[in-house]
């Protein structure tokens, strides 16, 4: 039998719930189309219960995408870096260059929806930008792959073309295809394997 859980565990239990419905929710109806009474239902939890961890769509949305990077290490991948964040950048051939379509729609539209409507949520987004980019740097750096002058600036380089390459491919995936990305993620930042 198991023992009961403690209020704190109980506590962190009912977040996970709301992050995880949270995540669903968004990545199918859209940062616009989701509402806490959505991810409520979607966890079997209350709307009180979702105001009681978070002050609202905005905040638990960002809860989703600290755990997003969180969960990848911080180590933005190919080309997934949309509202910042994605997977180990050299896991492994084939993989760097996959990402979930609804999390890349996701990401574009609470960029843009800040950038229009909510400086204090852009603010936000500015700050795990930089959160993400310091992470990559310090990976550069250990790695002795790349100039010290040259890691800040690389770090960004790689975030904005994972971006446009997403982008790109959400457009028109027959010709920006993720063999396509790999191709151009190689070419742009090859490793010291490939003689870069």
Excluded: C
């Excluded at 990545?27 to 409520?40: E, L, P, Q």
């Excluded at 905040?59 to 509202?83: C, K, N, T, Y």
């Excluded at 500015?126 to 980019?133: E, F, K, L, P, S």
């Excluded at 028109?172 to 930042?189: L, M, Y």
């Amino acid at each position: 039998m198991d023992a009961p859980r403690t209020r704190a565990e109980s506590q962190a239990r009912t977040r996970e719930d709301l992050l995880d419905a949270a995540q669903e929710v968004f990545g199918r109806r859209g940062f616009h189309g989701a509402s806490v009474a959505d991810v409520a239902r979607a966890a079997g939890r209350t709307k009180g219960a979702v105001y009681a961890n978070f002050a609202g769509k905005e905040e638990l949305f960002l809860a989703v995408l600290d755990r997003h990077i969180a969960r990848a290490g911080g180590q933005p991948s190919r080309p997934a870096e949309g509202a910042p964040a994605g997977g180990d950048e050299r896991r492994g051939r084939g993989t760097e260059a996959q990402f979930d379509r609804s999390w890349g729609l996701l990401a574009f539209e609470a960029v843009l929806y800040a950038v229009r409507e909510a400086p204090d949520l852009l603010a936000e987004f500015a700050t795990r930008y930089r959160q993400v980019d310091a992470l990559t740097a310090r990976r550069l750096r250990a790695s002795g792959d790349v100039p010290p002058e040259r890691v800040d600036d690389l770090a960004v380089a790689r975030s904005a073309l994972g971006e446009g390459l997403m982008l790109r491919h959400l457009v028109d995936p027959e010709t920006v295809s993720h063999a396509v990305i790999e191709r151009v993620f190689d070419a742009v930042f090859p490793t010291p394997a490939d003689g870069g």
